[in-house]
């Protein structure tokens, strides 16, 4: 499973930005996926999740309400509809994907796929 990440940016506080995550490879394999994200000087962390074959989505607390995670199956694309941006979310956003074993939404470790990761940069 290969995952490649776009739509980052340069944004002002309060706008708005979708992170979108091309899925390619073995995708039938494909559990669940996520988002995380790192910010300079701190640990990854998860921000959403949604199963591949179901609706079920998995929200951070820091973002909840915020932003949506989606996916379109048909097309192997996840996206990530972020709102009410703030200099907290800079980051660098990484989409991973879960193909296997014991599995925890919020758990970077099982995840086994990961993207190069898109840079989002939140101005004030």
């Known amino acids: 499973v290969q995952l490649v990440e776009s739509g980052g940016g340069l944004v002002e506080a309060d706008d708005s930005l979708t992170l979108s995550c091309t899925v390619s490879?073995?995708?039938?394999?494909?559990?669940?996926a996520a988002w995380f994200r790192q910010a300079p000087g701190k640990e990854r962390e998860f921000v959403a999740s949604i199963y591949w074959d179901k609706t079920d989505t998995f929200y951070a607390e820091a973002v909840k309400g915020r932003f949506t995670i989606s996916k379109n199956k048909a097309k192997n694309m996840m996206y990530l509809e972020m709102n009410a941006l703030t200099s907290e979310d800079t980051a660098d956003y990484y989409c991973?994907?879960?193909?296997?074993?014991?599995?925890?939404?919020?758990?970077?470790?099982?995840?086994?796929?990961w993207g190069q990761g898109t840079q989002v940069t939140v101005s004030t």
């Open positions: 991973a994907a879960h193909s296997g074993g014991f599995y925890y939404y919020s758990a970077a470790r099982t995840y086994q796929h």
């Open positions: 490879g073995d995708t039938y394999d494909v559990y669940a």
